[in-house]
């Protein structure tokens, strides 16, 4: 392995010296909230600003017609056209989750299923949203397409446990998905 030594560049007298810094970041400073008052700042004209400024009123106003579309939120499952789950219980994405968000216990499909031969499906799936980081792994893991991203940025809830979204709630959340599993496609 080769070593590189580097140079250190010698400094003018004035450089040692922080008030020059300090100076050039209140002049940028200074600049932006002049062009704010004038009406000009970037973005002031999107978000319809109370008047000064690019400040968001956040309960009125939302960000989601500036949200882009890559945009990763709140985690969800979905359903096929039919009705029926998409996760097959792999566990992938609970093994693939940073911050062990993502609870599975598999189980298995009722004997009168015509499905109950070939797949699985979750008796249990929990992921809490406190420990979640958006991060998008379990939705680039899973197989099935089973779990997906959305562009919900608002989870709130009073307690610990209302911030556990279960199984029923990311149903309920993601709804139905069409079409075959996409994966590679321009679909997704």
Known sequence: MAIVKVKRPKLRWYEHLY??????????????????????APGAENMASSGLGVTMQYPEQKWDNQLPEYYRGVPALVTDEQGRERCVSCQ??????????ITILPGELQSDDPWAKVEKAPREFDIDMIRCIYCGMCEEVCPEQAIFLRQDYAMTGSSRE????????????????????NKWNELK
């Open 19 to 40: 008030l020059p810094a300090i100076f050039k970041g209140l002049g940028i400073t200074l600049k932006h909230a002049i062009k704010t008052l004038r009406g000009k």
């Open 92 to 101: 992938l994405c609970e093994f693939i989750c940073p911050p062990r968000a």
């Open 162 to 181: 209302e911030m556990v979204n279960d199984k029923g709630r990311l149903y309920e959340i993601g709804g139905v998905r069409e079409g075959l599993v």
